[in-house]
Structure formats: structure tokens, C-alpha cells
């Protein structure tokens, strides 16, 4: 077995061992003062599959949640699915960013300072075309009318509707699957007439969307695949 740890003994813990997976993936072990080390490392034998996938799974949550370095090959979120970057620089031809072949092209003499600002850009300008068309077809289909619809730059909230019906979404849902933003849409709408999240609100949705709570489990699960 081949594990590193730490060990905190404590005076005011009586019996049992317990274990922590810290932040940057070291385990650390809480035992009692007078805990022979022998006791420690069975302990710790007994828990290492446990131990083992625990530190795996923190990697591969601080990949995930990495933000973006604007760099050639690191892959963008568009409608659900993902598609590569590819940077470069050329004075002459315009600056910003292009979606082409299923490729993102930066032009930009420096990507790791810019490139957020153009991606912004450039899904703040497809979320507005796509959400507000969207809104427009739910609109009519359940009779819900909006006063006015909103793009944010809200970072938790998916959407909103304000008590005098105004709609927001975030850009950000640009980057998911339509039929996700399809149900922050029908959502919001909903709220038109139910301003609340009663039962009776979740009833109104899942005539609409009998699988709602699979898109909504989704937008939890995926939270990472959002961000700049
Ligand atoms: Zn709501």
C-alpha cells in the first residue's frame, strides 16, 4: 500500500478514527491522542479503496472545474456539445472570434487576456437570438407573455422572472443542450402564472415537460461545463 498521510491526534476524540480527503487531495486522519500507529494503518488498509477513489474523483473534479485558458485545443461548450479552439494572430484580418466548421477560431495577439471577453461576446449574441426565439414559440403555445426578456451574465441563476413578469437568462445556458434551455425557458414562463415553486407549480410544468426533473438534475450535474 502506498498512501500518504497525516495524522491529527486529538485529546478531546475518544474512540473512533475518522478520515478527510483535504482540497488538495491529502488525506488526513483524526484519532484519538493514544492511538497506536499500528491501529492507524489498518485503519487506513481497511478504508484505502475507499481513499483511492475519493482522491481520484477530486482530480478529476479540479480538471473539470478549471477555467478556461483560451488556448488552442481546449474544447468550448455550444448548444450541449463541445468544440476545440483554435488561436492565432494575424494583423490584417479582423480581431475576435469566428465559429466555423465546427471549430472556434480566436484572432487575437493575446488570447489568455482577451479570450473571455470574445467568448462573452459571442455567446451573449447567440444566447439572445436562440432564447428569445424560444421564448417567443413557448410564448404562444402556453399563452404566457413576458413583459420583456433579459440576457445576464448571472452565474448561478439559470433564469428568473421578476413579480412584474420581466424574464432574464443567463448567457451561460447558451452552452447547454437546447432541450435543457428549452426547460429554464418553459420554467420562467411557468412562473408568469405560478410565482412560486409550489406543487401545483411543478404540476404546470410537467404537463408541459412530463422529464423535467432530468433536465433539472442535468443543470446540477453539469455546472461545471459552464464556466470561463
Ligand atoms: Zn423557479
Known amino acids: 500500500m502506498n498512501i500518504n498521510y497525516t495524522v491529527k491526534r486529538s485529546r478531546k476524540r475518544?474512540?473512533?478514527?475518522?478520515?478527510?480527503?483535504?482540497?488538495?487531495?491529502?488525506?488526513?486522519?483524526?484519532?484519538?491522542?493514544?492511538?497506536?500507529?499500528?491501529?492507524?494503518?489498518?485503519?487506513?488498509?481497511e478504508k484505502q479503496n475507499w481513499i483511492h477513489k475519493t482522491i481520484q474523483?477530486?482530480?478529476?473534479?479540479?480538471?473539470?472545474?478549471?477555467?478556461?485558458?483560451?488556448?488552442?485545443?481546449?474544447?468550448f461548450y455550444y448548444l450541449g456539445e463541445s468544440f476545440p479552439l483554435e488561436t492565432f494572430f494575424e494583423q490584417n484580418e479582423r480581431k475576435g472570434l469566428v465559429f466555423w466548421g465546427n471549430r472556434f477560431y480566436l484572432n487575437t495577439a493575446d488570447a489568455a487576456e482577451k479570450g473571455m471577453f470574445y467568448f462573452v461576446s459571442w455567446y451573449k449574441k447567440k444566447a439572445k437570438q436562440h432564447i428569445r426565439q424560444r421564448v417567443d414559440f413557448y410564448s404562444s403555445e402556453l399563452k404566457l407573455r413576458a413583459k420583456n426578456v433579459k440576457i445576464t451574465s448571472a452565474e448561478k441563476r439559470w433564469g428568473s422572472c421578476s413579480a412584474d413578469d420581466n424574464l432574464s437568462f443567463s448567457f451561460r445556458l447558451i452552452m447547454a443542450p437546447p432541450d435543457i434551455i428549452d426547460y429554464v425557458i418553459v420554467h420562467e414562463l411557468m412562473h408568469i402564472k405560478e410565482k412560486n415553486h409550489s406543487a401545483a407549480f411543478w404540476k404546470l410544468i410537467e404537463a408541459v415537460m412530463p422529464e423535467y426533473k432530468m433536465h433539472r438534475r442535468w443543470l446540477k450535474d453539469n455546472n461545471h461545463k459552464f464556466i470561463l
Open 14 to 45: 475518544k474512540r473512533t478514527i475518522s478520515l478527510q480527503i483535504s482540497d488538495n487531495s491529502e488525506l488526513v486522519i483524526a484519532a484519538p491522542y493514544f492511538t497506536p500507529v499500528a491501529e492507524i494503518n489498518r485503519f487506513v488498509q
Open 57 to 75: 474523483k477530486r482530480k478529476e473534479d479540479s480538471i473539470k472545474n478549471k477555467s478556461k485558458e483560451y488556448i488552442t485545443g481546449e474544447m
